[in-house]
């Protein structure tokens, strides 16, 4: 007989599970292929040590512990399996490895995602003599015949003999295991041993065993597409902004806590045009009416929009759409403050409370814990909305942050709770996790355009939408009709004429109001067809030109007995004869809208620096019922974004730091009656 000692490398079942070929060996290039075949003839009693065999093959490929295999001299054929003593003489035992971006259990079950922040805790136990201080450095290669990279461990862990072999104290606390941060990671395998571990005191190596070694995959992931927009009030005598601390823990937050490998962020900061106090549905309607007006400007259809709102001068509650199916067009926001709420000391409790809003947007519902009323009805995995039953299970993990200051942290999965609850201490579920990872997935899939991707031309390769390196497909922007500028523009008088009228409805009152109407350059067909309200448009005789049964998004955070709110964010293609939109819920005209009247004129447009900002000033004529929008391009107008919506007057200033220094930009100014528009443009120069 002849034993093969090595760590299972790969396990593959043939012949529904009959004929088990497993690959043996110290790294991934060098292994050897045994192989364990049930027969037919085989006594019951062998067939049970067979598959449990199988089974132990299985656990070690998972444990990356190391096995010794038996088996003939001549022959592949194994014979015995058992998990490789532990050298007893080593002072140091090896527990577990665990490779984590967020929230990780010791099977790896939670897929590792290319690009995002990943941390490698190892686990050591001292199980004799005195406590032992040792740091370590681990091996990494993404290939069998790559030269290992080495990496030192973040931090010095105290060996307890008394915590020997205790993996669930290890795991929940930061400082009982070596850290590792892995350096940027790809798309592939990379597979870990560990290269050395240092007593600190003696500055010797120490002998180890028990090793275990992951080869674990980093998967393509689709990118997150954010837009912040942080509004600003005046509440008395002061004007009250998010801090650039709240936008930067977001971004860090989303970022740490998302499934998402790559992250494509940018922020604004704009006026609110809704009277203070306002509320979340307010603020949602002029970030959907912003959102829409910058994809009519050539933005990627699958970014999510946010507002951000300081407490500062009052507190406003979140809210947010909850789509039923792939929609990156619901919107949400929330309130953010240096408020703890017992539990968050970073200075900013606007993180997580915008990821709870943002999970609505992908889709999530609430699963019904500490005092929030359930609408996800799909058994939430774990007790009272926490990580995990115990923690011996999933772990969250924070990552850490050192550019914000953020610590990585071991948070433990009894203790804290899914992001979609009302509980305390809020992270993201494994469950919450891949629910989002697919949301994603799926969004990314609908290509830049907001459609599923063309079908592929004669000749042409099947065009993959939604595959591919992430930072590749991001930028293809689908062919689109040239933006219509300029006073000329629009004397050129359309039949039909594409209109974003964004409101608030409450279905329990009977109220609602039209918020924002504005000419669209792209005819994007109907959207948003519900029954919950109806629009009304007539042209300046009063003869009615037709009725737009439209949906009602109702706001995530109702809670039992309040009222039923929500936004409406349509798009309704109407005659350019049309001069009023009505808003009727139930039979009740509930809020009238005057459009048209004669293209607005605009004249000079002037933009200039101002500390900190850009001051934006237009002269145009005043006249009722015309608003402006100021819009911003990074790109020499190949694409727009909004900074400020629904001004009285064509004046504004935005602030300048959400541009790298030395940006070029372009900034027009769209005067609109409602349905007809005119834009004047300038080029602002650099810094
Ligand atoms: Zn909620």
């Not at 995002?116 to 032992?132: D, F, N």
Request: net charge negative; with cysteine.
């Amino acid at each position: 007989m002849a034993t093969t000692t090595g760590y299972v490398q790969r396990l593959t079942l043939l012949q529904a599970g009959h004929i088990a070929c497993v690959w043996v060996g110290p790294s991934p290039a060098s292994n050897e292929l045994l192989t364990l075949t049930l027969l037919v003839s085989d006594s019951e009693e062998t067939m049970r040590h067979k598959r449990a065999m199988i089974t132990l093959l299985g656990e070690a490929q998972i444990s990356r512990r190391q096995v010794d295999i038996l088996h003939p001299d001549d022959s592949a054929a194994i014979d015995q399996v058992a998990y490789t003593p532990a050298d007893d003489s080593a002072p140091i035992q090896v527990d577990a490895i665990e490779v984590t971006q967020g929230i990780q259990d010791l099977a790896q079950s939670i897929p590792l995602l290319a690009g995002k922040r990943t941390v490698v805790r190892v686990y050591l136990s001292q199980p004799v003599g005195p406590a032992k201080t040792v740091q370590g450095e681990i091996a990494v290669r993404t290939g069998p015949l790559d030269v290992p990279f080495i990496i030192a461990s973040e931090n010095v862990v105290v060996l307890q003999p008394a915590e020997a072999g205790d993996l669930p104290i290890k795991r929940e606390d930061v400082d009982r295991s070596l850290n590792f941060v892995l350096p940027a990671t790809q798309e592939g395998p990379l597979s870990l041993e560990i290269a050395s571990i240092t007593d600190t005191v003696t500055a010797t190596d120490v002998a180890f065993s028990g090793e275990r070694r992951p080869a674990v995959w980093f998967h393509a992931s689709a990118p997150l597409r954010l837009r912040v927009i942080g509004f600003r009030y005046p509440q008395d005598g002061i004007t009250h902004t998010p801090t650039p601390l709240d936008f930067a823990l977001l971004q860090s937050w989303m970022a740490r806590a998302y499934p998402a490998g790559t992250q494509f962020v940018t922020t604004t900061i704009t006026d609110a045009t809704a009277a203070v106090p306002f509320s979340c549905g307010d603020i949602n309607a002029q970030v959907a009416a912003m959102r829409t007006l910058d994809m009519d400007a050539g933005g990627d259809e699958r970014t999510h929009y946010y507002g951000l709102v300081s407490d500062s001068g009052f507190f406003m509650r979140g809210c947010a759409g909850v789509p039923a199916t792939p929609s990156p067009d619901a919107v949400g926001s929330g309130p953010t403050g240096p408020g703890t709420w017992g539990w968050d000391t970073d200075g900013s409790y606007g993180d997580w409370y915008g990821g709870h809003e943002l999970g609505h947007t992908y889709g999530r519902k609430h699963p019904g814990f500490c005092g929030e009323s359930e609408s996800d009805l799909d058994n939430y995995p774990f007790e009272n909305g926490q990580l995990a039953n115990g923690n011996d299970s999933f772990m969250g993990f924070d990552v850490g942050d050192p550019a914000n200051g953020i610590a990585m942290r071991a948070l433990p999965g009894t203790q804290w709770h899914d992001v979609m609850t009302y509980c305390s201490h809020q992270w993201l579920s494994a469950y919450t996790y891949l629910g989002i990872r697919r949301r994603l997935a799926d969004e990314d899939a609908l290509g830049p355009t907001g459609a599923p991707g063309p079908a592929p031309g004669p000749g042409a390769g099947p065009i993959a939408f939604g595959s591919g390196r992430p930072d590749a497909r991001f930028p293809q922007a689908a062919p689109r009709r040239p933006v219509a500028e300029g006073p000329t523009a629009v004397e050129e008088a359309k039949e039909m004429v594409s209109l974003s009228v964004v409101g608030t409805a409450n279905l329990t009152r009977r109220s609602g109001a039209i918020r924002y109407v504005n000419p669209l350059a792209h005819a994007r067909g109907a959207k948003d067809v519900g029954h919950d309200a109806m629009l009304r448009v007539s042209d300046g005789a009063g003869k009615a030109l037709g009725d737009y049964p439209v949906a009602v998004r109702l706001d995530s955070e109702i809670m039992p007995g309040e009222e039923v709110r929500g936004i409406i964010d349509a798009v309704i293609e109407v005659e350019s004869t049309a001069r009023l939109i009505e808003l009727l819920i139930g039979d009740e005209v509930v809020d009238r809208h005057r459009i048209g009247g004669g293209a607005p004129r605009m004249r000079a447009l002037r933009a200039e620096a101002v500390p900190l900002g850009m001051r934006v000033e237009g002269e145009a004529e005043e006249a009722e019922g015309l608003t402006y929008t100021v819009q911003v391009s990074t790109d020499d107008g190949r694409s727009w974004q909004t900074v400020a919506i629904g001004l009285k007057t064509p004046s504004t200033e935005f602030d300048r730091s959400q541009f790298p220094p030395g940006q070029a930009l372009k900034v027009r100014v769209i005067a609109s009656n409602g349905l007809e528009r005119s834009i004047v443009m300038t080029d602002a120069g650099r810094d």
